[in-house]
């Protein structure tokens, strides 16, 4: 039978604050999310103490401070940097790959010499030797059933970071164990409606009848009911699945009142977004420009509006893209508002090489100098680090950006913030 693993990274953002820092191993962390608003991942310790996930800095800062909680900006340079690490370990001892999330991977342990248990505890040590991440590795028959088993890993010290469902004696403790609302692919609407029927456990939703899921859950509850079942339904994917919108957005670190600013801030968007569409080999037929105040502050004057801009034909061509939000945004800015974010959404997204085209003009991809400029400068950006090379519409300044006070070095993505090694 088939044996499925899913490799999740533990507490993965508070992790990457200490693989450069280990006097941090005993500490209390937390990461915040953008414009160092919420909180987003916590470690070990911080849990401990009753850090609460998703709770405003602003309201907590005085607990973190009593208990000696040491407090991280995001710093998505670094965790995208020590993600790949992760994964090019896993793929390097997987037979089969295939990436999830940022912090989680499935992998194909079928045959593997020695059991998938074995086999899965030498690959946990190996990441963490290499990169210094710890990870909880859940096996099963069906990809559900290893989301259930690395749930249990993470949850039970006793299990050393493995667990393998098949090899549990008794495997229905486990399912009573899991909450039904935590089950993958059953969200809050369907949990509270099985709640409401007296289903409360994995194991009483995985013995309901198969037709009356497939009835009230459609064929998307069936095929988890049968995965708890043992039957797979859902493969390993050959690739991820290419996005058909690619958004970039962020909040700003400061109220936005000029043109200026928020057209710098939609070119840095733009770009962003367009880095996405040619990384996955797309082009994109249309561009959307949003942007709203700061709701939170009811006595300022509110405005929220977003404008679409088609482009003719599809491109993936950064100075395109820009032009045609410029068009979106200065359709729609309008003077005497606090503007606190604006983001930048390429709708139409179609393969680069299967995308409609005209007979009567050339696509902007394909003039002279275009793609090989595109190229240039992703692979100076990949090799040097990102904004090495960079379209000076986004701005140099960038005073409008998100407030990081508290962001760590990028250390393995920016030459000026290495670590250094001393004597």
């Not at 086999?119 to 069906?142: C, D, K, M, N, Q």
Request: charged share 25%.
């Amino acid at each position: 039978m088939k044996q499925f693993a899913l490799v999740d990274c533990n507490n993965f953002y508070a992790s990457c604050e200490r693989v450069f820092r280990p006097e941090l191993r005993s500490v209390p962390i937390v990461v915040l999310s953008n414009n160092d608003g919420c909180i987003i991942s916590r470690s070990a310790e911080a849990k401990a103490v009753g850090v609460p996930m998703g709770a405003p800095y602003f309201k907590c800062k005085t607990q973190l401070e009593r208990d000696g909680v040491q407090v991280f900006s995001s710093n998505y340079a670094l965790y995208g940097d020590i993600s790949a690490r992760v994964m090019r370990v896993l793929a390097r001892f997987a037979p089969y790959l295939e990436i999830y999330s940022i912090d989680e991977a499935f992998v194909d342990l079928t045959g593997v010499p020695g059991g998938a248990a074995q086999y899965a505890r030498r690959l946990r040590a190996t990441v963490h030797r290499w990169t210094g991440i710890s990870v909880s590795i859940g096996i099963g028959h069906t990809k559900t059933l290893a989301k259930v088993a690395n749930r249990f890993a993470k949850r039970h010290e006793r299990c050393l970071g493995v667990f393998d469902f098949a090899e549990s004696p008794r495997p229905d403790l486990v399912l009573d164990w899991m909450d039904v609302q935590d089950i993958w692919g059953i969200g809050r609407k369907h949990a509270r409606r099985l709640r409401a029927m007296g289903v409360h456990t994995a194991r009483q939703f995985r013995d309901l009848d198969r037709d009356w899921v497939k009835r009230k859950m459609s064929v998307t509850g069936l095929h988890t009911l049968l995965e708890l079942r043992g039957m797979p339904c859902i493969g390993l994917g050959d690739a991820p699945v290419s996005k058909k919108n690619i958004m970039s957005s962020r909040s700003f670190g400061r109220p936005v009142k000029t043109l200026a600013d928020l057209k710098e801030a939609v070119a840095c968007y733009a770009t962003r977004a367009a880095e996405k569409l040619r990384r996955q080999k797309s082009m994109a037929s249309g561009v959307m420009v949003f942007m709203h105040t700061n709701k939170f502050i009811p006595n300022l004057p509110q405005y929220s509006n977003s404008e679409f801009v088609p482009v003719h034909p599809a491109t993936m061509h950064t100075p395109t893209l820009i032009r045609a939000a410029y068009q979106a945004l200065e359709r729609i800015y309008r003077e005497g508002y606090s503007y606190k974010k604006c983001g930048v959404m390429l709708t139409g997204v179609e393969p680069a090489h299967g995308r409609w085209l005209s007979l009567l003009e050339l696509p902007p991809d394909d003039r002279p100098g275009h793609a090989p400029l595109m190229r240039a400068v992703d692979d100076i950006n990949a090799r040097w680090g990102r904004d090495t090379v960079q379209f000076a519409a986004s701005g140099l300044e960038r005073s409008w950006r998100m407030r990081r006070e508290r962001r760590s070095p990028r250390y393995t993505t920016a030459w000026a913030e290495l670590p250094v090694v001393k004597a």
